[in-house]
């Protein structure tokens, strides 16, 4: 029978669900807190969401922190989402990675810094291989050889554990391999493994997925350095306007000064315009650190 959850105690919840994961609920979302939290309720044995609510108060929540975690986020996600991000991607930011590649290379320095590119919040990983299809693309039709796939670090983070695994894992079933990955794509990057899918190595060796909470530990020391790319991608929505701003402040100081930061097609940076300025590029939005005095070639 489907619990039912007084005010109270979704609001304690609710706030618990805040603080562990940056993720807002606001009261018409009552039924998504009954609804994915139950089968916790279930799994732990506790009859109903005061005594949930009581265990948490207890401090007694640790055992099931990461399965609330895991019940309350959204995992949406396909290769190549919403195309244009990918194709702005390929068509403007490729060609000036490259020329910056090419000039860290003729510096000739000791140790060439690498391409980073960040996914922010990764999912079950299409989208950073959909990222990692396109460098590798980019180089074999442009016939660029002393350029390399390793020239390119792609970091992808994500809160929920599940997902991450999955993305390690790098095997996709039917329904999400006919969202958005062309036959062409499909032979070249995967094997068939039953009737699931399986990216070759060759792909996933291009992407380090590590567990990360936007909300809590982002920085450069715990990322190694600031990127040149970031994807903060359809997550920003989940959350309240303080958390939403915190978090693209701390995006902001991890963007190098030509770095591009693309949002997903539903989400904007009000509030925040004088961290970020905004271009459009074919119908992508791409957001800029503000105050630049040398503009990027091809933005205005
Ligand atoms: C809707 S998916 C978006 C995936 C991908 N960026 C895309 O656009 O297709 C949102 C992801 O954000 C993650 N997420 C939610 N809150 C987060 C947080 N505080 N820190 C990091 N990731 C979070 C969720 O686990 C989920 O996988």
Redesign the pocket.
């Known amino acids: 029978m489907e619990q039912k959850i007084s005010f109270e105690d979704f609001v304690f919840i609710r706030d618990f669900i805040h603080k562990i994961?940056?993720?807002y609920l606001d009261y018409e979302k009552e039924y998504l807190i009954r609804q994915r939290i139950e089968p916790i309720l279930k799994d732990i044995k506790v009859d109903n969401f005061t005594e949930f609510s009581k265990i948490i108060k207890d401090g007694r929540s640790i055992r099931f922190k990461e399965s609330i975690?895991?019940a309350i986020?959204?995992?949406?996600?396909?290769f190549f989402?919403?195309d244009h991000p990918f194709k702005t991607f390929y068509k403007f930011i490729m060609p000036k990675l490259i020329s910056k590649l090419r000039l860290i290379k003729d510096s000739k320095q000791k140790i060439s810094p690498k391409i980073r590119i960040w996914?922010?919040?990764?999912?079950?990983g299409?989208?950073p291989y959909s990222i990692a299809m396109l460098i590798n693309e980019y180089l074999f039709k442009n016939a660029i050889f002393n350029i390399t796939k390793n020239d390119f670090y792609i970091l992808a983070?994500?809160?929920?554990a599940p997902?991450l695994k999955s993305a390690v894992n790098g095997v996709y079933d039917q329904m999400a391999i006919s969202r958005g990955l062309s036959e062409e794509r499909l032979k070249k990057y995967f094997t068939p493994i039953g009737n699931k899918w399986e990216l070759k190595n060759e792909l996933r060796e291009m992407v380090d997925f590590q567990k990360?909470?936007?909300?809590?530990g982002i920085s450069t020391a715990r990322f190694g350095g600031v990127f040149d790319v970031i994807?903060?991608?359809?997550?920003l929505i989940?959350?309240d306007v303080k958390t939403k701003d915190d978090?693209l402040a701390k995006i902001n100081q991890l963007m190098m000064d030509d770095c591009f930061l693309i949002l997903?097609a539903t989400e904007n940076l009000y509030g925040m315009s004088d961290k970020f300025e905004s271009y459009n590029v074919d119908n992508t939005l791409l957001f800029k650190k503000k105050g630049l005095t040398i503009k990027p070639k091809g933005l205005n």
Do not use: P
């Not at 994807?231 to 997550?235: I, P, Q």
């Open positions: 994961s940056g993720i975690i895991s986020t959204t995992n949406e996600t396909s989402r919403d996914s922010a919040a990764c999912s079950t299409q989208e983070t994500d809160i929920d997902v990360c909470s936007l909300h809590e994807l903060a991608r359809n997550v989940y959350f978090i997903g």
